[in-house]
Structures are given as C-alpha cells and as structure tokens.
Nanobody
Framework: VQLQASGGGLVQPGGSLKLSCAAS????????IAWFRQAPGKEREGVSC????????FYAPSVKGRFTISRDKSKNTAYLQMNSLKPEDTAVYYC????????????????????WGQGTQVTVSS
C-alpha cells in the first residue's frame, strides 16, 4: 500500500505546476485525498482535499482560486494543479488518503489520514 507524490520542481513566480499522487495496493475510489505542505521552519498545513465522490472539495484560503484538486479514477491518481504560484507556496508537498469523509472543519486534521506519500519539493523563485 503506497502513495507516490511527484511533479514538484523549480518554477518562477506566476508559473504553474501539476502534482500527481498515484496510489498502489489500494483503490482510491473510496478514499478522500488531501494535499498538505510544509515550508522550512513551519508546521505542515492542509492545502486542499477532495472527497471520494469527487463532488466535494476544500481549499485553504491562501490557495483558493489558484489551485485545483482533481482525481482520475481510471489512473488511481489524484492531482493538484497549481497556478499563479507565489514564493510563499515554496514547500514540500505531501498527499494523504483517508477512508473517512471529512467535512470543512475536519479535513485538515492529519490524524484522520491513513496513508501518506513521501513528499515532493516545490520551489517558487526567480
């Protein structure tokens, strides 16, 4: 059972990146997927979440309107499209999965996530 995050890199301010979170050993169809990030010297924070149905998504205020979370069930993969990137988006990004269906007040709670990817570095700099 594994989550594999990829797609990070170095991008200039205003640029875009698309992160992928591929699952192996289990079917993501029934899981809620979230993206978290951790910047140097800061605590890990929730970025976005998509529930198993795909109909409910949540975003941190700092990324709303710039980031889009999605999932492709045929590829057993979730994505985070990041546009209009800012230097403050620089962090290691992690994907996580939970069998539960969190709500707005609970999706950022790391304790509910059963599986975590290894992280992918995103650096926004000119």
């Amino acid at each position: 059972v594994q989550l594999q995050a990829s797609g990070g890199g170095l991008v200039q301010p205003g640029g875009s990146l698309k992160l992928s979170c591929a699952a192996s050993g289990f079917n993501l169809d029934y899981y809620t997927i979230a993206w978290f990030r951790q910047a140097p010297g800061k605590e890990r924070e929730g970025v976005s979440c998509i529930r198993g149905s795909g109909r409910s998504t949540f975003y941190a205020p700092s990324v709303k309107g710039r980031f889009t979370i999605s999932r492709d069930k045929s590829k057993n993969t979730a994505y985070l499209q990041m546009n209009s990137l800012k230097p403050e988006d620089t962090a290691v990004y992690y994907c996580a999965a939970t069998i539960t269906s969190p709500i707005l007040s609970t999706w950022k709670s790391e304790d509910i996530y059963n599986y975590w990817g290894q992280g992918t570095q995103v650096t926004v700099s000119s």
